[in-house]
């Protein structure tokens, strides 16, 4: 009689909430392979999600030595928010490359420093996987960035305008030969938040001009957000 009342008690159990998990949210490590190089990205799918349902899409890209992990829990947690409006939100990672002994991680940025790793290919690359795993209003994917990972918004703002329909950067400036050679191929929407005393990441704009990468930021490679 015991088993049986334990057993029932189990079923039970497994009937009430078996539905809830079902319908709770999900974190989700995703790989994509961009130039031979395996890259890493979080996908957070929100409360409820159904592919029955388009949803948008924001990217948000963590700062330079940052994890998409740390930007997601602590930096920038869009899950209460994807919860309650219901979007998907998509945490990238960035390669170790260049500055601070070569252990940080970071974006790399058309222009006089690009080392070859192709940012746009990674975002497109991400775009493309989540939009034909999950059901998504392309109309409306976004993309954000703090500090480094806001640099490389305003790449995307000149040349991604036909895949992003707005980008924010925070904490960012744009570069100066990305202002020189900004030429967006499509409108696109830019908000920008920065506070006048940012002395690492300059509010006025980045206008380093000198050939040795050591020269900007101090002693530091443009690289090192």
Request: glycine share 8%; hydrophobic share 40%.
């Amino acid at each position: 009689m015991v088993i049986f009342i334990k057993s029932l008690i189990y079923s039970l159990t497994l009937l009430l909430f078996v539905p809830l998990a079902s319908k709770g949210q999900q974190l989700i490590n995703r790989t994509t392979e961009v130039q031979g190089e395996e890259r890493e990205y979080l996908v957070y799918l929100p409360r409820g999600f159904s592919n029955a349902e388009s949803l948008p899409v924001v990217f948000c890209f963590h700062g330079g030595d940052g994890y998409a992990e740390s930007m997601m829990r602590f930096t920038a947690d869009f899950r209460p928010l994807a919860d309650q409006n219901k979007f998907i939100a998509v945490y990238p990672q960035g390669l170790v490359f260049g500055g601070k002994g070569g252990s940080a991680t970071n974006w790399n940025y058309k222009g006089p420093y690009d080392n070859g790793i192709d940012e746009i290919a990674f975002v497109e690359a991400m775009i493309e996987s989540v939009t034909s795993d999950y059901s998504v209003d392309n109309r409306r994917v976004f993309a954000c960035g703090f500090s480094q990972g806001g640099n490389l918004m305003w790449d995307y703002a000149s040349l991604l305008g036909d895949r992003f329909a707005a980008v924010a950067s925070v904490a960012a400036s744009m570069w100066q030969w990305t202002y020189d050679d900004f030429t967006p191929i499509e409108k696109i929407g830019v908000l920008t938040i920065h506070g006048t005393n940012d002395f690492y990441n300059p509010y006025t704009c980045l206008l380093y001009t000198s050939p040795s990468p050591r020269d900007q930021r101090g002693s530091r490679m443009p690289s090192s957000a």
